[in-house]
């Protein structure tokens, strides 16, 4: 099979999609809860298995592999354009800070480095730089690694670990602006998470990560996610976001922003998140930076039961990483594609896309397929064969297995 990597790309031509009347409504529409995330109510049918650090979950919506790796149903991510809080699935490298750990958020401090004027900035002092809205995927790098026939580490994710979510924070070249330009000679834009263990070694533990310089213009220091502060347990109170990229490089307990000649060198940039070949690993190999284009079928799924005969409606969503999806197509059979019908509001170029499909389905077993194309690139029948199960898009493994009577 063909060797696929995650190229490196010139982002300078990206547009934020700032926030308007329309985010508001989806906002509004999509189960923001009305309740308060510091003391949201703990009372769940069946609350087993979920951390202390996130009891106000949803837990008939999740999948619980591990402490720090939990994630969405199939049917629990899509149904609606922008995820439910309560329905986003968790990722952590490092333990969430607590309230006492995080203290009075407003008093949160991000130090800039490699700018011509270095400051240091409390949030309060952020959130009067600017403020815009944008709608992003997050999905974690090894989403899809629990198709890997080698049994990579990890958690084994299939679909579950990825979102669409609204962030509201601070543009990064307004932080640029107000620090003097960035200092010559930077070629990335480094973010450091301060949630690392002070008994650790801060070359393993600390999580930070080098994106191209480019990616800043677009960027954003986000304080809330779908309306409500950002909650601990997602990096609140500041996490950077740079659309179109995998998760682990939307910084959680942002503490420093820093513009820098050489990428970090900490295990999370230099060796970890590398898409490297089964049974080799180092940092020559491609950093999961960018997704590449993807979608999958939501509705109905193997999850879903009994199928009835006749007009089915198949429900999906697409994603294009730092691309805009231009259409998605279908097959009841494996393999005859026809195009679907987007439907939802187009919340920009970063956000997936809800896609249907009527078909009339025969009784008997089916296998229905989705196959997203953004910016000229078609998602492969087949994985990348990789270590850790990383960037998986392909879609036969995405495809789902329905009963017809």
């Known amino acids: 099979m063909k060797k696929r990597i995650i190229k490196k790309i010139d982002t300078s031509k990206r547009n934020f999609l700032t926030g308007s009347a329309t985010l508001a409504g989806v906002a509004a529409a999509t189960s923001v809860l009305p309740i308060s995330i510091a003391k949201a109510n703990h009372e769940d049918s069946d609350p087993k298995g979920l951390p202390d650090f996130i009891k106000w979950k949803n837990r008939e919506a999740l999948i619980v592999h591990s402490k720090k790796g939990i994630e969405a149903h199939r049917s629990a991510i899509g149904e609606s354009i922008i995820t439910p809080i309560r329905n986003v699935?968790?990722?952590?490298?490092?333990?969430?800070?607590?309230?006492?750990?995080?203290?009075?958020?407003?008093?949160?401090?991000?130090?800039?480095?490699?700018?011509?004027?270095?400051?240091?900035?409390?949030?309060?002092?952020?959130?009067?730089?600017?403020?815009?809205?944008?709608?992003?995927?997050?999905?974690?790098?090894?989403?899809?690694?629990?198709?890997?026939?080698?049994?990579?580490?990890?958690?084994?994710?299939r679909t579950g670990a990825a979102s669409c979510i609204l962030w509201t924070g601070v543009p990064v070249k307004k932080i640029v602006s107000a620090c003097g330009g960035i200092a010559s000679g930077a070629k990335y834009m480094t973010c450091t998470g301060v949630d690392a263990p002070k008994d650790l070694d801060p070359k393993k533990a600390t999580v930070e990560r080098s994106v191209p310089l480019l990616v800043y213009k677009e960027s954003i220091l986000a304080w809330e996610m779908n309306g409500v502060p950002l909650p601990n347990a997602h990096g609140g109170p500041l996490r950077s976001v740079p659309p179109g990229y995998f998760g682990i490089n939307n910084v959680k307990h942002l503490g420093k922003l820093a513009f820098t000649e050489t990428e970090s060198d900490v295990k999370y940039m230099k060796t970890s998140y590398r898409i490297s070949p089964i049974g080799k690993k180092g940092p020559e190999y491609p950093s999961c930076w960018e997704m590449p284009v993807k979608s999958w079928i939501v509705r109905p799924t193997d999850e879903t039961g009994v199928v009835k005969s006749g007009k089915v409606q198949i429900a999906g969503v697409a994603m294009g990483g730092t691309k805009k999806i231009s259409n998605v197509r279908v097959s009841i059979d494996g393999g005859t594609w026809k195009k679907a019908k987007f439907v939802g509001p187009y919340l920009g170029k970063y956000a997936w896309r809800q896609f249907v499909f009527e078909a009339n389905l025969a009784p008997g077993s089916h296998n229905l397929a989705s196959k997203a194309t953004a910016g000229g690139d078609s998602q492969p029948e087949l994985r990348y064969e990789n270590r850790r199960g990383y960037a998986h898009n392909g879609w036969k493994d995405h495809s789902v297995n329905v009963e017809v009577v």
């Open 89 to 157: 699935y968790i990722r952590n490298n490092m333990p969430t800070m607590t309230d006492a750990q995080i203290g009075d958020r407003n008093k949160w401090k991000l130090s800039v480095e490699g700018v011509k004027k270095p400051k240091t900035f409390t949030l309060a002092q952020l959130k009067k730089l600017g403020q815009t809205t944008i709608a992003t995927v997050l999905q974690c790098s090894g989403n899809g690694r629990g198709f890997f026939e080698h049994g990579p580490k990890g958690s084994q994710w």
